[in-house]
T-cell receptor, first 113, second 120 residues
Framework: KAGVTQTPRYLIKTRGQQVTLSCSPI?????VSWYQQTPGQGLQFLFE???????NKGNFPGRFSGRQFSNSRSEMNVSTLELGDSALYLC????????????FGSGTRLTVV | AQTVTQSQPEMSVQEAETVTLSCTYD???????LFWYKQPPSRQMILVIR??????QNATENRFSVNFQKAAKSFSLKISDSQLGDAAMYFC?????????????????FGQGTILTVHP
């Protein structure tokens, strides 16, 4: 059974650019969440999607956005990149209809220069 | 808002020995879920163990067990017979019950993590 797949694994962007990260959840998982991990702030919740609808959003500026497609795949977009956006971005998916632990991907390491 | 605190930035243990990682949390909710995740250098967060707050029995998964003290809002992880492969960053995480709704739904709140080193 394939795990949560995040692409790309590494990304280098310039300040002011925008970036799109992709996440393919485990087959059958309809909930996808995104987290930002930095040494200073730790793991912070960005947003969660279920059935193409954003159900919850963390305390991040509007430059951070996301969406989910009908096949449950999700993308997150960061516009007008800042140096402080350099981080590991983790995607997690879970089954719904009960409480099951989240399964995480290996993340996308974004470096903004 | 809920908070999770891991007071041990680093811990070390000898192979085959037992180590306990601490976690405390703050919440006004009565029903919730707690998790321990492991993040090795490969970066992937791996679920180690989960506990449902309404269950008084402590969860166990092979060599991993928890000491869940609901009144004290404490959730420690005990690793028995430590192995070299246990070396990683360990995160404690909190999630509200689905009934909580609102801004808590679906969100994991993490502690700052504990780096575990296993010495051969």
């Amino acid at each position: 059974k394939a795990g949560v797949t995040q692409t790309p694994r590494y990304l280098i962007k310039t300040r002011g650019q925008q970036v799109t990260l992709s996440c393919s959840p485990i087959s059958g998982h309809r909930s996808v969440s995104w987290y930002q991990q930095t040494p200073g702030q730790g793991l912070q919740f960005l947003f969660e999607y279920f059935s193409e609808t954003q159900r919850n959003k963390g305390n991040f500026p509007g430059r951070f956005s996301g969406r989910q497609f009908s096949n449950s795949r999700s993308e997150m977009n960061v516009s007008t990149l800042e140096l402080g956006d350099s981080a590991l971005y983790l995607c997690a998916s879970r089954r719904t209809g009960g409480d099951y632990g989240y399964t995480f991907g290996s993340g996308t390491r974004l470096t903004v220069v | 808002a809920q908070t999770v605190t891991q007071s041990q930035p680093e811990m070390s243990v000898q192979e085959a020995e037992t180590v306990t990682l601490s976690c405390t949390y703050d919440t006004s909710e009565s029903d919730y879920y707690l998790f321990w995740y492991k993040q090795p250098p490969s970066r992937q967060m791996i679920l180690v163990i989960r506990q449902e707050a309404y269950k008084q029995q402590n969860a166990t998964e092979n060599r991993f067990s928890v000491n869940f003290q609901k009144a004290a809002k404490s959730f420690s992880l005990k690793i028995s017979d430590s192995q070299l492969g246990d070396a990683a960053m360990y995160f404690c995480a909190y999630r509200s019950s689905p009934d909580a709704g609102g801004t808590s739904y679906g969100k994991l709140t993490f502690g700052q993590g504990t780096i575990l080193t296993v010495h051969p």
